[in-house]
């Protein structure tokens, strides 16, 4: 089995800054790609960054370009998201993901095969 545990979510006042994990455990899989989602409440999950895991190439979605950065630490099976200038619209949970093998994008959920529990981030204005 794979699981993937997120920690680092919580309140935090707009413009302050939060910063997540997601460690991996479990049996060892191939792994082409790491990423974070996010589902506010009534709405649909959505993409926030993923970073390729052989060369580290990095991908954000257009809200959160420029705020968030997305890591990873290969020796310690783990990735990271470093978010920064919060807003209120980025209040949501926060989920992990990793895609084991290329399935030809990063950006849609339904190419994951692993996911965490999801952590709750919540931006007061």
């Known amino acids: 089995q794979v699981q993937l545990v997120e920690s680092g979510g919580g309140l935090v006042q707009a413009g302050g800054s939060l910063s997540l994990s997601c460690a991996a455990s479990?049996?060892?899989?191939?792994?082409?790609?790491m990423a974070w989602f996010r589902q506010a409440p009534g709405k649909e999950r959505e993409f926030v960054a993923a970073i390729k895991w052989n060369d580290g190439s990095t991908y954000y979605a257009d809200s959160v370009k420029g705020r968030f950065t997305i890591s990873r630490d290969n020796a310690k099976n783990a990735q990271f998201l470093q978010m920064n200038s919060l807003k209120s619209e980025d209040t949501a949970v926060y989920y992990c993901?990793?895609?084991?093998?290329?399935?030809?994008?990063?950006?849609?959920?339904?190419?994951?095969?692993?996911w965490g529990q999801g952590t709750q981030v919540t931006v007061s204005s």
């Open positions: 993901a990793a895609q084991g093998n290329y399935r030809g994008s990063v950006y849609y959920d339904d190419l994951y095969n692993y």
């Open positions: 479990g049996r060892t899989f191939s792994r082409y790609a």
